[in-house]
């Protein structure tokens, strides 16, 4: 009898199979939902990774076209009005926005007029970096969470290991092995969801910090010339 209630504890029943299946199919509800949890992390921080990957990739090509335009045109303002209005660069949806204050501004003094524009270019530029970092929280959560909530499901499996073993009074690795091994499975779990969260976090960061001095640069040089 009581060997029966050890197994129950553990989840077992005396099977072998340490596949991953069985090992979460085992675990009690507890562990399980910590799985599904940094599964469910680690799928949508891989969706965003990839999403950003490409839309850093697609900014670096469209910006330089945008440069490489602008700074050839011979007049900004008829460079602006040839702009295709579907433009979806973030340097290009800058530009347009300080030239249609620049236009609305005309009448006014060149002081007025400059530091209004300014203040457009910054708004804009805010705007347009916030759309850029936009979920990085959410890979930075994972990267700092996952690990613990790992932890967390392991403890709570080895838990129920050592509560197999008061309850049988057997200290055999059949009895505790299969717990431990779906204590284990939910480290593995949480490392495997932080390590590539903390990685492309700190990648995208950098990538959006040097985007962000690109557009600053633009900005100052775009504020010398009107």
């Known amino acids: ?26 675990a009690d509800i507890v562990v399980k939902s910590v799985i599904v949890i940094l599964i469910a992390a680690s799928v949508y921080s891989w969706a965003l990774i990839f999403e950003k990957y490409k839309l850093f990739a697609k900014i670096e090509k469209t910006t330089k076209d945008f440069e490489e335009k602008f700074w050839k045109s011979k007049s900004a303002e008829n460079f602006y009005n040839n702009l295709a209005n579907e433009e979806k660069d973030p340097l290009a949806n800058i530009f347009q926005s300080a030239m249609a204050e620049l236009l609305k501004t005309r009448s006014k003094s060149a002081s007025v007029q400059s530091a209004r524009v300014s203040k457009v270019l910054e708004i804009s530029s805010d705007k347009e970096v916030k759309l850029i970092e936009k979920h990085f929280t959410f890979l ?35 009895i505790v092995a299969p717990g431990i091994a779906e204590a284990l499975f939910a480290t593995a779990l949480g490392l495997l969801a932080a390590v590539p969260a903390v990685v492309a976090y700190n990648k995208f960061t950098s990538d959006s910090a040097k985007y962000s001095a690109r557009i600053e640069n633009f900005s100052k040089r775009f504020t010398s010339i009107i």
Not at 1 to 26: C, H, K, N, P, Y
């Open 140 to 174: 930075a959560t994972v990267g700092s969470t996952a690990p613990f909530i790992g932890l967390f499901g392991t403890v709570w499996g080895i838990m129920n290991s050592f509560q197999s073993i008061a309850i049988s009074r057997n200290t055999s690795l059949a």
């Open 1 to 26: 009898m009581e060997q029966e209630i050890a197994t129950q504890v553990v989840g077992l029943g005396g099977s072998t199979d340490f596949s991953l299946i069985q090992l979460f199919l085992r």
